[in-house]
């Protein structure tokens, strides 16, 4: 289902600052919103923006295949594997980063001991269904799968990037990425810019956005077993 007159690229980007945008502010509201039926709205129609809106642009819009764009969503077990590998080699970097970010920027100290896991192990599984389906899912599947694709495809088009179109779309996504997570006002998160470049490198060497996906899902809930190790001085 492609067109064989693809959009001007200026509409693409448009469409592309427009759709984030709109996101940024439901992300915005869903942290404001707290709890209750509210926020449930609030974050039901974030992921509605996050992926209902930019599947139909896709389709109805681009008229192009959504496996153009990897998010087909389509299992893949050498996509997943890469997700896999990856997660496995980063254990340390991400224990390092978690260590940094909680001691040196947020001042907590560090103290391991077995019992610290007691208050989240009944909620492990309630918390990486949330991180895997309600988190990384809609977030990879907009920004690697759907703000990615089409800077690439842009950046590709033009003589004068076409060269550095691939790291120039990695970089920009993860720009992107890293800035909606300080709509909280947090900017220690602005971290997220390092592994959004690992999703977005990930997703360059992938038929879809399973592997970023899942490589997702699991460094966030590598971060949340170690940060039941921090407490605050």
């Known amino acids: 289902m492609s067109s064989p007159h693809p959009l001007p690229s200026r509409r693409i980007i448009a469409e592309v600052i427009l759709l984030y945008a709109f996101g940024l502010v439901l992300t915005f509201l869903s942290h404001r919103a707290g709890s209750g039926v509210m926020a449930d709205l609030v974050y039901a129609a974030l992921i509605f923006a996050l992926m209902g809106l930019p599947w139909l642009c896709i389709r109805f819009w681009h008229r192009r295949d959504a496996a153009l764009h990897g998010v087909d969503i389509a299992w893949s077990w050498p996509d997943a594997g890469k997700g896999f590998l990856t997660i496995a080699l980063l254990i340390i970097p991400v224990a390092a980063g978690t260590y940094a970010y909680n001691v040196f920027w947020l001042g907590h100290t560090f103290h391991f001991a077995w019992q610290n896991y ?16 309600l988190i990384a899912l809609p977030e990879e599947f907009f920004y690697r799968g759907y703000v990615q694709s089409n ?15 691939a790291p120039l779309a990695v970089l920009l996504t993860a720009a992107a ?8 006002g947090q900017w220690g998160r602005l971290v997220t810019f390092f592994p959004g470049l690992l999703f977005g490198a990930l997703r360059l060497k992938s038929d879809n956005i399973v592997g970023c996906v899942l490589c997702h899902a699991l460094a966030n809930m590598l971060m949340i077993i170690l940060g039941v190790h921090f407490f605050s001085a």
């Open 151 to 165: 800077l690439l495809a842009v950046l590709a088009k033009n003589p004068k990037t076409v060269r550095l179109a």
């Open 177 to 184: 990425f890293a800035f909606a997570h300080v709509t909280t």
């Open 118 to 133: 007691a208050p989240i192990a009944s909620t492990l599984p309630n918390l990486l269904f949330t991180h895997l389906f």
